[in-house]
């Protein structure tokens, strides 16, 4: 029997969209080796497997590259079919699991960055729509664990900037964006996700996060800014 | 035996979303009825079955609703597994699949939308972006007759809008974002999805596309307008 092909992930400390990549790896058991990678100063290995996007994380599988991170997700669980599901089995559960994580990444993300790094009216404009997202994934867990179930899934991946960035992004921009009394599931479903022996386990120091989001906080406000529709 | 579930689309005639859930359900050979959506006036059924997008296309199945597109033709072809497989079998050609579907919508929407509509500078920028892109799709098409080989995929229904949409899009502009000796494969593509007597049932009349695009040409130029960055 030949030996595995060797698993590495390009990816980056701070990075949410990294953390889903290495998430699926140890919810599976693969184990992997994590290139770090210097966003300001991209590898040539990074541009080489992902010329297209040129982001983190990058999923390598022996000869392989996948890039994106929920289609590493998606990728990680159909070759690694040995470990726990992280998609449901049936078709329709599937269907929404794709949806909700579509979702996240579709209407979540950009409210939520700028109403983190922006100023005045256009924030809250932002921060309404941030919330009122939010209140549609609260409403989506309802009583359930995490979003699939009894374990960690695809949603809860594709949510995990929620369980365990928003509050340093929060910090770091000096803005709050959710009080303690909102989102009483989100905030319970985000602690469980955080002690989760497997994912808990690749969630990066919230400290240093701190740190380092707070010594880019201009650069991020400047993305901001370039995002912001007249 | 019970009798299988109906299956309906809520779609509009115009929309390359919509037929993307049309040319799923046909590629597996599935009979649906087409509840057609007035868009400017949109029925309780879709609001009902979409209540997160308010959009077409909308998938029923018996009890189930089924919403985004891209989400909906990986459900056919979960749900209906007899028919061709429109995602290809192995884990790394199904994420390169999702990778280029995903490209689609998050990359080549925008530029070719705003390189239509707006004018001057900015739409010269969102042109280059879009033909860009486009020569990104037409080296992953290579020399393959379809994106995922000999048949129709995820991939080519994705990309739909470029295969039927675009020249009547140009039209109805009046501008010209592709020169009949660039992209010659992607040129020779399009033929062969429009040819294809499964997917190409589905495409809708290009006079009457043209009609109503110019018809609702003002309403497309204030939509790139709102989109347009500062």
Known sequence: MSSPSPVKVIGASDSPYSHRAEAALR?????YELLLEDLGNKSDLLLKHNPVHNKVPVLLHGEAAICESLVIVEYVDEAFPGGPPILPGGPLARAAARFWARFIDDKCSKPFWLALWLEGEAREGFEKEFKENMALLEAELGGKKFFGGDTVGLV??????????L??????????LVADD???RLRRWAADYAADEKVGACLPDKQQLLKNFTAKKAMFVASAKAMLPK
Do not use: T
């Open 167 to 176: 509050g340093v992004f929060e910090e770091a921009a000096g803005v709050r």
């Open 27 to 31: 919810l599976k058991g693969v184990p």
């Open 156 to 165: 809860d991946i594709a949510a995990c900037v929620f369980a365990h960035w």
């Open 182 to 184: 909102e989102f009483p």
